[in-house]
């Protein structure tokens, strides 16, 4: 395509998906150069910006992918990776959230969270201030009230669940956790982060045989969470070898 069109926006964005690192942000870039409104490149450039630490990039991208008129950033479409076809404008508003937050700069994040609920009162927009709030300290009840809602309305995001389960975890509630838990992975059946918090959750409950069977699926299907866990495996002297485990083993 870029041979027979080679300022094509989006098959340079395209283009951008599939690399890796600088040679993605420069195919990014291109699309830009040749569409500003290329609402994509800007999301997928932002987040490249936040993820090297380059806050103020990422909010100028950020910023522009706002400013696109919702009609306008809808007509181009936005699929998650499950394929469902969400609001761009919501997308685009939670985006600068995270990076405002991750500049220390907490209320301009939720303000931007709260415009996006004023915008469209629907279950995506209130996951996204729900799961924000999750993880803020006395904010507790203000997200399980917007995650109640977006349930309610029929959010489906395991994210939504999973914000839940940590509130039930920091209020010990370890039954309603758990139950949080379990609904991510019957929408996520390979998210390892959820089955390492639902074998933690069966270890509260004293459901020794369950957690073991968690926590090995979790370690065999994601290798970031025995990366997480060997410190605590190790300090528990459950793992002595010097060398870490490449794989599931009767010792491991």
């Keep these: 395509a870029l041979?027979?069109?080679?300022?094509?926006a989006?098959?340079?964005?395209?283009?951008?998906?599939?690399?890796?690192?600088?040679?993605s942000t420069r195919y990014f870039t291109l699309a830009l150069a040749s569409d500003p409104t290329e609402a994509y490149a800007l999301l997928f450039r932002s987040?490249?910006?936040?993820?090297?630490?380059?806050?103020?990039?990422?909010?100028?991208?950020?910023?522009?992918?706002?400013?696109?008129?919702?009609?306008?950033?809808?007509?181009?479409?936005?699929?998650?990776?499950?394929?469902?076809?969400?609001?761009?404008?919501?997308?685009?508003?939670?985006n600068r959230a995270r990076i405002l937050d991750a500049r220390g700069e907490p209320q301009l994040a939720e303000r931007d969270l709260a415009a996006a609920i004023s915008?469209?009162?629907?279950?995506?927009a209130l996951?996204?201030?729900?799961?924000?709030?999750?993880?803020?300290?006395?904010?507790?009840a203000d997200a399980l009230a917007d995650l109640d809602s977006a349930i309610a309305l029929g959010s489906?995001?395991?994210d939504t669940f999973y914000a839940k389960g940590i509130i039930y975890v920091r209020q010990r509630e370890f039954a309603k956790a758990l139950n949080a838990f379990d609904a991510v992975m019957k929408r996520d059946a390979?998210?390892?982060?959820?089955?390492?918090?639902r074998a933690r959750m069966y270890r509260q409950l004293d459901d020794s045989e369950h957690a073991v069977a968690d926590m090995q699926q979790a370690i065999a299907g994601d290798a970031r969470v025995l990366s997480e866990s060997l410190p605590a495996l190790r300090a528990a002297g459950y793992w002595t070898a010097q060398d870490p485990p490449r794989q599931m083993t009767p010792e491991l």
């Design 119 to 124: 915008y469209s009162p629907a279950a995506l």
């Design 127 to 140: 996951a996204a201030r729900g799961q924000y709030l999750a993880y803020k300290k006395g904010r507790e």
């Design 3 to 8: 041979t027979i069109e080679p300022a094509n």
């Design 10 to 23: 989006h098959a340079l964005r395209m283009a951008g998906t599939f690399t890796d690192g600088a040679e």
């Design 47 to 94: 987040r490249q910006y936040k993820r090297r630490g380059q806050l103020d990039l990422a909010l100028k991208d950020a910023d522009t992918l706002v400013a696109i008129a919702p009609q306008a950033i809808n007509r181009q479409g936005y699929l998650d990776e499950r394929g469902d076809r969400l609001d761009f404008h919501v997308i685009a508003l939670q």
């Design 190 to 197: 390979e998210n390892g982060e959820a089955l390492l918090m």
């Design 156 to 158: 489906t995001d395991p």
